[in-house]
């Protein structure tokens, strides 16, 4: 039982770049959240989407898009990679939607952008 | 914005100790929960606490709420070398999908 996997774990873009980080849980969970984890910010909501087919904004938004691609997977994309854009990211999943139940992380995504 | 702030920013004690970490929030919550991340990991769940509880344990660890007060504290006891972690506090109130992560606790358990 793998849980929740993340790939790439490390890569590095050149600004203006385009990548997406792909994540796949395997515990037959509706909800999944993609953070950015930054020194001294603790984890800042993304985009997160409640079910299959749903989608909405986070804390942070600005210069991602997402993908939710069926009930396992839930993509990130950066278009125009920023300097600013340098974090981990973190995808999640929760089976009862976080105001019930316990989220579950995957191992991250270091991205650097230079 | 982040809704709960966790109090110390780092705590280094001797293994064998107790340790204490607190997390204060600013609106009304449905639960509180704590994650553990290991160094260059992902974050795992610890302990959920609803606002209708006041103190729950599991284990080693004990959590209390104080919703009066807006805050709770995570203790554990017997610290062990293998508990030095970064400690989150994370908040879930309002929408049913956003859960608010605080910005840590670095607890160093000295062998």
């Known amino acids: 039982n793998a849980g929740v996997t993340q790939t790439p774990k490390f890569q590095v873009l050149k600004t203006g770049q385009s990548m997406t980080l792909q994540c796949a849980q395997d515990?037959?969970?509706?909800?999944m959240y993609w953070y950015r984890q930054d020194p001294g910010m603790g984890l800042r909501l993304i985009y997160y989407s409640a079910s299959e087919g749903t989608t909405d904004k986070g804390e942070v938004p600005n210069g991602y898009n997402v993908s939710r691609l069926n009930k396992r997977e839930f993509s990130l994309r950066l278009e125009s990679a920023a300097p600013s854009q340098t974090s981990v990211y973190f995808c999640?999943?929760?089976?009862?939607?976080?105001?019930?139940?316990?989220?579950?992380f995957g191992e991250g995504s270091r991205l650097t952008v230079l | 914005s982040q809704q709960g702030e966790e109090d110390p920013q780092a705590l280094s004690i001797q293994e064998g100790e107790n340790a204490t970490m607190n997390c204060s929030y600013k609106t009304s919550i449905n639960n509180l929960q704590w994650y553990r991340q290991n160094s260059g990991r992902g974050l795992v769940h610890l302990i959920l606490i609803r606002s209708n509880e006041r103190e729950k344990h599991s284990g080693r660890l004990r959590v209390t709420l104080d919703t009066s007060k807006k805050s709770s504290s995570l203790l554990i006891t017997a610290s062990r070398a293998a508990d030095t972690a970064s400690y989150f506090c994370?908040?879930?109130?309002?929408?049913?999908?956003?859960?608010?992560f605080g910005k840590g606790t670095l607890l160093t358990v000295n062998p």
């Open positions: 999640a999943s929760s089976g009862q939607g976080a105001n019930t139940g316990e989220l579950f």
């Open positions: 994370a908040t879930s109130g309002g929408s049913n999908y956003k859960l608010t």
């Open positions: 515990m037959n969970h509706n909800s």
